[in-house]
């Protein structure tokens, strides 16, 4: 069984940072592609970033040269590194793992349906 299990969310002001991580189990870490999408109050979950088994990052237009994801394949856990954070930032997000074909990836990484796992949310607060 898999599981993922994020931590690191919190309350920070404007402008802050803060770094979530995701803890994975049950398989072979390297073997799966990485997603964190987040979700607002009344609003649809959205990408944020993914990142492929051969450690090729992905960002949303709305984070792009302020969030970096990362992972350790050795402790089986991937990062999202957080900077110059906004209100807008503000929502509960998930990291979730893709287990399916590698084949035209890059075309799918936003795509919340091709992710097979996904862990319980973490909450993230930026106040202006």
């Known amino acids: 069984q898999v599981q993922l299990v994020e931590s690191g969310g919190g309350l920070v002001q404007a402008g802050g940072s803060l770094r979530l991580s995701c803890a994975v189990s049950?398989?072979?870490?390297?073997?799966?592609?990485m997603g964190w999408f987040r979700q607002a109050p009344g609003k649809e979950r959205e990408f944020v970033s993914a990142?492929?088994?051969?450690?090729?990052?992905y960002y949303s237009d709305s984070v792009k040269g302020r969030f970096t994801v990362s992972r350790d394949n050795a402790k089986n856990t991937v990062d999202l590194q957080m900077t110059n954070l906004k209100p807008e930032d503000t929502a509960v997000y998930y990291c979730?793992?893709?287990?399916?074909?590698?084949?035209?990836?890059?075309?799918?990484?936003?795509?919340?349906?091709?992710?097979?796992?996904w862990g319980q949310g973490n909450q993230v607060t930026v106040s202006s």
């Open positions: 049950g398989r072979t870490f390297s073997s799966y592609a």
């Open positions: 990142i492929s088994w051969s450690s090729i990052a």
């Open positions: 979730a793992a893709d287990d399916g074909p590698r084949a035209g990836w890059s075309s799918r990484v936003k795509t919340r349906g091709i992710y097979d796992y």
